[in-house]
């Protein structure tokens, strides 16, 4: 999210921050893999005095891993990627140490929970800002071979892949040889090309081609859910939405699967309602934090506990206001529009009304709006986007948070965050995080509804798809894959730019995903194995 520089100063404990309490003992550790099998554990180790920082990382490269001109990977590489990476994971590096080519430490001003994050794409030295993956060398099981600009994208297999299995996955190779990416940003010709055999993949989030794949008796297709989460929330700031009460009778009031029947299920009739603002449902941590079912008496009884008395419409004022709300959503997507008269029948059943405020998408987001005062509005439904590490977005939660749409703020909750982002052990930062995430939905910051789906469908010639919403898209185990040596996926749009250093277009990140390994890569169920560094040293620091 904020571009970052690499500072040599002089390496002593930082003294700045919160009074946190230090990590445990096995914050510090060893993370280890083997080459057929990739495995994590964590092996406790002393604080170490050649650590003069607040915390330490200490990668070993992987013995063999090549970039596509035939060059090592080595610790340059790791050192232009933290020079080059605009994300806030490597907000706190101080400095950047190469031991040897094949050893590097990162020392860093606080020590790091999400350090996993952390490389999950490695830049080779040769890379130069503004460069994209048309003139770089790959680590990739593919290499860049053309980009014709308006028709497709081409990648052509590493010759000799370094890794004795396809990383991440740990299967066995595949035969696929090319790639060639193909945009059909219309739903009706992508649905075609995959019936006809012009296509042999799909990826899609399209309501439209979701709707219409069961069609294609010729394709496997799985619907899953995505990295968009939908939620429901209040403006903190009004003052009746400010009282937990009021809060809690309008969450009491609504029917979330109702919303969910009407929404999501109707393509996926699986789909289940999300219950956590923190971790994704298919997430291996995923947890269900909402405490509030649907109960529209308690919700009644509620407001009349509260001295709340019905006006001749049936909709109670309460403390001299109306319980009336604006509730705002982009007008350009159907689930908001079925979601927004679902809550408006549930709320006016139990005397609250709420109107619709519709925006076109540009207007919804502009700052303008989506930051307003109570009296724009008072409740508001869009979708977050999750990241490879559930605090990346911290800012949404935190009172401070840049991106705190709603004005919500709970110290306890800040607190919580805080000591997450600075342990290293991941045990104990999921507990921390679980409790933050338990703690902002019982204090009713957001109302979670459900992930958003997303569509991967391939040739029942192909084998070996395997979603995977994580960073390392649908496409992380391509090395695997068989039945075509040359297969043709569909896109539905073209990248904008193939630059490795951005994440901020989909398209972009599936071709990328073939050709740039990390340090770690993600299974779908938002694990992290190791890849280009099978060894890495967690050192608590010592004072310089």
């Not at 990668?59 to 001109?69: I, R, V």
């Not at 350090?115 to 994209?132: I, K, T």
């Not at 919403?469 to 043709?488: R, Y």
Request: proline share 8%; with cysteine; charged share 20%.
């Amino acid at each position: 999210m904020i571009a970052v520089g690499l500072l040599v100063v002089s390496c002593t404990q930082s003294g700045t921050g919160p009074n946190l309490p230090r990590p445990r003992s096995s914050s510090a550790g060893t993370i280890t893999s083997t080459a057929d099998a990739p495995t994590t554990t964590t092996e406790p180790t002393t604080a170490n005095p050649d650590c003069l920082a607040a915390f330490c990382i200490v990668y070993h490269l992987s013995e063999g891993a090549l970039w596509s001109d035939g060059r090592p990977v080595t610790a340059e590489d790791f050192a232009t990627t933290a020079a080059n990476m605009p994300e806030s994971v490597y907000e706190s590096v101080r400095s950047v140490e190469i031991i040897d080519p094949n050893n590097i430490k990162v020392l860093l001003n606080t020590p790091l929970g999400a350090w996993e994050s952390m490389f999950l794409r490695v830049l080779p030295s040769v890379y130069a800002p503004g460069a994209d993956m048309t003139t770089t060398p790959s680590s990739g099981a593919f290499r860049f071979t053309e980009w014709v600009p308006g028709d497709r994208i081409v990648v052509t297999r590493n010759e000799s892949p370094w890794p004795g299995r396809v990383p991440i996955s740990g299967q066995s190779w595949g035969d696929v040889s090319e790639i060639r990416f193909v945009f059909r940003p219309d739903p009706a010709e992508m649905i075609d090309a995959l019936e006809t055999g012009e296509v042999d993949v799909i990826v899609s989030r399209s309501t439209d081609v979701m709707t219409s794949i069961t069609e294609v008796a010729s394709a496997n297709h799985v619907l899953s859910p995505g990295p968009f989460w939908e939620h429901l929330d209040f403006h903190h700031e009004d003052p009746l939405l400010a009282q937990m009460w009021v809060r809690e009778a309008v969450a009491l009031g609504i029917d979330r699967e109702k919303i969910l029947d009407r929404t999501v299920r109707l393509i996926d009739p699986t789909a289940d309602s999300l219950d956590s603002s923190l971790w994704l449902a298919n997430d291996f941590r995923y947890d269900d934090s909402y405490p509030f079912a649907y109960d529209p008496q308690r919700a009644v009884e509620l407001l009349e506990e509260h001295f709340c008395e019905p006006a001749r419409d049936g909709i109670y004022d309460c403390q001299g206001r109306r319980m009336s709300f604006f509730l705002a959503a982009t007008s350009d997507d159907p689930d908001r529009v079925q979601a927004f008269e679902s809550i408006q029948e549930d709320l006016e059943a139990i005397g609250i009304e709420v109107n619709p405020l519709f925006r076109t998408r540009s207007t919804f987001l502009s700052p303008d709006f989506l930051f307003a005062p109570s009296d724009v509005w008072q409740m508001i439904n869009f979708s977050w986007r999750a990241r490879s590490d559930p605090q990346v977005p911290r800012g949404t939660i935190e009172c401070a948070g840049e991106l705190n749409v709603n004005r919500y703020c709970n110290p306890d909750v800040d607190r919580l965050l805080n000591m997450a982002a600075r342990s290293p052990d991941q045990e104990t930062r999921t507990a921390l995080l679980s409790e933050a995430d338990e703690v902002y939905l019982a204090d009713l910051g957001v109302i979670p509804l459900y992930q958003k789906r997303v569509l991967l469908a391939w040739s029942r010639t192909l084998f070996g798809p395997v979603p995977n919403v994580g960073p390392s898209t649908d496409l992380w185990n391509v090395g695997a894959w068989s039945g075509k040596q040359s297969i043709t996926i569909a896109l539905d749009g073209e990248p904008t730019h193939l630059d490795p250093t951005r994440t901020d277009d989909d398209n972009a990140n599936v071709v990328l995903s073939t050709l740039l390994y990390g340090a770690f890569g993600m299974t779908p169920d938002f694990r992290f194995v190791p890849v280009l560094a099978d060894v890495v040293e967690l050192i608590e620091g010592s004072p310089g």
